[in-house]
């Protein structure tokens, strides 16, 4: 297994995963699927905090970070998405594309990273409470999908940022 940047080659993998989640499950609240032209747009547009997981040449999972919300007060938190193919997971493919990405979140100088989980993902939470996420609140009903409402559970991690990372620019120190 390999983990890199994404290219904008991925960009039909990437899809074909994120609409099968979208479609099957209710891990995301969305209905509406990707498109090969977004994706590769979002993949242009994060250049560094796209990142794909690899296997036998095929992209198995994919993870991501972005703003968390506008507005410079909240520039050093970013909210991260990561899915992984259903034969892919428990195979520690999550876990190396979470350590990759985190390690680029602390050079890109960002000190809290965010997971927006659906309370129907427990598999998701448990993931996120191993890798050190904890959970900071729960939406009650803020999603809709399927006939139903859903709960949002807020987990995060604060990030520890090392002097080359950029720690005097995160605290202002210096």
């Not at 039909?12 to 994706?39: H, P, Q, S, Y």
């Not at 193919?85 to 990405?101: D, I, Q, S, T, V």
């Not at 803020?142 to 620019?169: C, H």
Request: net charge positive; glycine share 14%; proline share 3%.
């Amino acid at each position: 297994m390999r983990v890199r940047p994404a290219r904008r080659g991925d960009a039909g993998a990437v899809c074909a995963l994120w609409n099968a989640v979208i479609r099957d499950t209710m891990i995301t609240f969305t209905t509406a699927e990707k498109t090969e032209a977004a994706l590769a747009g979002l993949i242009a547009e994060r250049a560094g905090a796209f990142l794909v997981a690899e296997t036998g040449g095929r992209v198995g999972g994919f993870a991501s970070f972005g703003a968390f919300r506008a507005g410079p007060g909240y520039a050093r938190t970013a909210e991260h998405t990561i899915m992984l193919a259903p034969e892919m997971r428990r195979l520690g493919m999550g876990r190396a594309l979470m350590e990759a990405l985190e390690q680029r979140a602390r050079r890109a100088g960002i000190h809290v990273l965010v997971g927006a989980i659906s309370s129907e993902n427990a598999g998701g939470i448990a993931f996120h409470r191993a890798l050190g996420f904890a959970q900071v609140g729960v939406m009650p009903q803020v999603g809709r999908k399927g006939g139903r409402w859903l709960d949002l559970v807020l987990m995060q991690k604060i990030l520890p940022v090392s002097r080359e990372d950029g720690a005097d620019r995160v605290h202002g120190a210096g």
